[in-house]
């Protein structure tokens, strides 16, 4: 159990032959003692990402975590896309546990349900400050991988995640922290279409943060491009 339970995928991002990020291409698996630490929410307040051609796995705050919050990772069942039913089978199969996050003590609808439900009374203001920062070219220079864009909206998003928060589960939170994660794709960068760059994996040997008494030495495989 310690393997398909505690190991966390290395995956790089890949763009495909018309210009637009795909999604997550497996490429390893590593043991990341910290992470193997957090546990699971089906509405996560932090995400991970692997840097691009290196073994950094870094960490990301989707929602507000204030002094003292405990971080959640999300360990494949998201209340996004899956809904209550099928998250707790999926969870309780693999991982040996019942999830009692907030989205599955309260039920939270998936990201079609809440399309399909009465908008939620929501500031104006929020609103169409959303519609400006989330507008149809901005989103499609995310899905092309446009650093720029990416840089120019991250913050603003970063402030619409915050102030929209209050109001999960809403769709414009979700819109904005899918955007959000598009972004951390972006600045951990991706392979473009056709790469044939070789990256070879390379046995470091680390020292461990247990303390300077401890002293032992846990080796981990980072890749090197070549």
């Not at 290196?54 to 971080?71: N, V």
């Not at 999300?74 to 009692?100: I, P, W």
């Not at 399309?115 to 149809?136: A, E, G, R, Y």
Request: charged fraction near 20%; aromatic fraction near 10%; proline fraction near 4%.
């Amino acid at each position: 159990m310690t393997v398909p339970t505690n190991m966390h995928g290395i995956s790089t991002n890949v763009m495909n032959e018309n210009g637009l990020l795909l999604s997550d291409v497996s490429v390893a698996s590593g043991a990341y003692a910290f992470l193997s630490l957090i546990n699971h929410s089906c509405a996560p307040n932090v995400v991970r990402f692997s840097k691009e051609g290196e073994g950094i796995m870094t960490l990301f705050a989707l929602r507000p975590i204030k002094k003292g919050m405990q971080i959640f990772d999300n360990y494949g069942s998201h209340h996004a896309m899956e809904d209550y039913s099928s998250r707790q089978s999926s969870l309780k199969f693999q991982y040996k546990f019942t999830c009692v996050c907030e989205a599955c003590v309260d039920k939270w609808p998936t990201y079609v349900q809440l399309n399909m439900m009465p908008t939620k009374d929501l500031p104006v203001k929020i609103c169409q400050k959303k519609k400006s920062v989330l507008n149809q070219h901005a989103i499609r220079q995310l899905q092309n991988g446009d650093v720029c864009t990416a840089l120019n909206i991250y913050k603003d998003l970063c402030v619409l995640c915050e102030q929209f928060d209050k109001y999960a589960p809403c769709v414009e939170l979700c819109d904005c922290q899918e955007a959000l994660k598009q972004c951390f794709m972006i600045f951990e960068g991706f392979r473009t279409f056709g790469s044939d760059d070789v990256i070879e994996w390379t046995e470091i040997t680390t020292k461990t943060f247990n303390g300077p008494e401890i002293g032992a030495l846990n080796k981990f495989f980072f890749p090197q491009e070549v």
